[in-house]
């Protein structure tokens, strides 16, 4: 049946199963309450029109249907922790089980954010602890931990450069963004009111410094700059962006979702970036997916500092830390307490798991992998730009697309072969884009196997191009119709014979 | 594909004719893939040249309509807000709005048909 073999997936029994509301039978339940041991209350009387005692349609199973409900929906999951997740510009990495266990002690598990200060000292010691490597990561000045993810990050970042430019008399108009950006980048930028003025790339692939220098006026706010780029390349001169920013008063943001690239290697600090945001969900190894919970720290230069969120981690007169609210100039809360906690705990275990050398390593193997995926599919997949690789590779679909096989029936027949699939059609700039980064998780047998099956799909192309068409064609359900999912979706559950 | 000689376009992937009706070409809706929303100004709303007067959604991304000349809109394509389809069906007749043209010499700034095409298997060569 299968044109070609994998070495990695096999067959496996995969049960079906439906909606845990439809296995429901009135009267099942998987808990007995203990005699009531206390005077009972009048609900009615308590609650008035608040009452309700019909819950609708809430599922009544046992509690082995509700373990097996939830086991075999797990077995249709894909994880990084079953193979590799090379969607790109996401860093897929593997989450160091030393995180859970840290995260997971009971002293740091049970702590309350509304608990006293004078209490919480070990949390906010994590806090700035964390604070101080991440500054000394980037080589910026300040920071706030508070935005939950990175396009949260990318707001707060750009209300501190709104904030800044009002102080000075003209909040200006614009925001430039590179036409290989993040698609978040211009929707944060109208977000907060700035129109949005695109910036073409060279034919290397970089920011067309001349296009810059001609667009760069006193309307322009800020650049916001992903380094490397979306098409995993180091923008060289980068330094020369930024003194035309700084130049005209702007300034430069950096998108740090591809900090996987730079961290213990180069500071984004010291080429010149005034803001920018980390994904600890992804360069520091936290849960990305699944709900995560994200987290997008932003880190600014001093210019930047009075502008960041309330409130601010600062150590009092009498040594201990605690949060300081009266900040006037400050864009305000952009998060309930602190942040997402939890994801501080495990990023500083990460980088102390690690230490300065092991970060390096983790950059320069991150680095090395996605080379190694490079070459090995050079001349199988078309390379649109040659410039050297960082942390991703970007392939297109050119020579494929001849016998009418697109980046996204590439990538659904690759789940066939075990993978989760790349990242499609994304960056913009390149037409039938394969984006990969297989992060400094992947041993090398790993990778191997991600090679061998890009290429047998290349000949599967050149073979038996229906066949690809088709794809997938091991998984329990074909190829959904993701057209008619967003032209007609159906956004709920209702229950048969029932109008609702 | 070749590109009806009735109308003028833009290097942004749109068309429009010389009465102001205004639509994307066959390339853009082709390099989109299936389009799911279309998003499109008010009549009586000022669109001006070079700038964005909508946007269109398709399973791949969201991407900006740029205005060709500056005018009023006067009408605008309903149909296409419950079959977006129509455009990836027939994006030379799936019209988008229809405006008053402001300044009609506008018109010659933009690329005929066959520059159009020349543009994009330029574009499609990178």
Known sequence: MTKHMTRKATRHISQNEGLIFEKSSPGKAAWKLPPLDVPEVDTAKLLGKQERKDLGDMPEVSEIEIIRHFTRLSTWNYAIDLGMYPLGSCTMKYNPRVNEFVARIEGLANGHPYQAEK???????????????????????????????????????????????????????????????????????????????????????????????????????????????????????????????????????????????????????????????????????????????????????????????????????????????????????????????????????????????????????????????????????????????????????????????????????????????????????????????????????ELDLFIEAMKSIAEEVEEDPQYVLDAPHNTRISRLDETAAARKPVLRWKPEGKAV | MSYPSDRKYTKEHEWITADGTIGITHHAQDSLGDIVFVELPKVGAEITAGKTFGTVESVKAVSDLYAPVSGTVTATNEALATAPEQVNKDAHGAWMVKINLKNPAELNALLSAADYEKFVSEEAGH
């Open chain 1, 119 to 445: 209490i919480s000292q070990g949390a906010l010691r994590i806090i700035r602890t964390l604070s101080d490597c991440l500054l000394e990561i980037t080589g910026m000045d300040a920071i706030t931990l508070q935005p939950a993810a990175g396009a949260q990050g990318e707001l707060t970042g750009l209300l501190m450069v709104r904030a800044y430019h009002q102080s000075k008399g003209n909040a200006r108009k614009k925001i430039l963004i590179p036409d290989s950006a993040h698609g978040t980048n211009p929707a944060t930028a109208a977000t907060v009111g700035y129109a949005v003025e695109n910036l073409k790339s060279n034919e290397r692939g970089m920011v067309d410094v001349a296009a810059l220098a001609a667009q760069m006026n006193e309307d322009v706010a800020a650049l916001m700059v992903t380094n490397p780029n979306t098409l995993g390349v180091f923008e060289q001169e980068i330094a020369k962006i930024a003194e035309l920013m700084h130049a005209k008063g702007g300034l430069l943001y950096m998108d740090g979702a591809n900090m996987n690239a730079l961290v213990a290697k180069a500071r984004p600090g010291d080429f010149g970036v005034d803001v920018m945001h980390l994904n600890l969900h992804k360069t520091f190894s936290t849960p990305h997916g699944g709900g995560g919970p994200g987290s997008g720290p932003v880190a600014v230069k001093k210019v930047l500092a009075p502008f960041l969120p309330t409130p601010v981690l600062i150590t009092k007169p009498d040594g201990t830390l605690g949060f300081e609210y009266n900040c006037p100039q400050s864009v305000g809360r952009v998060r309930a307490f602190y942040g997402n906690f939890g994801m501080f705990i495990r990023a500083l275990a990460y980088i102390f798991a690690n230490g300065p050398d092991g970060l390096r390593q983790t950059t320069e193997d991150a680095v090395l992998n996605a080379n190694y995926i490079r070459k090995g599919l050079e001349g199988v997949y078309d390379l649109p730009y040659s410039t050297p690789s960082m942390h991703e590779v970007v392939f297109s679909d050119r020579l494929q697309s001849k016998k009418g096989v697109k980046t996204m029936d590439l990538a659904k027949r690759l789940i066939d072969y075990g993978f989760h699939p790349y990242t499609t059609a994304f960056p913009l700039i390149v037409p039938g884009a394969l984006m990969i980064e297989p992060t400094e998780s992947e041993p090398k047998e």
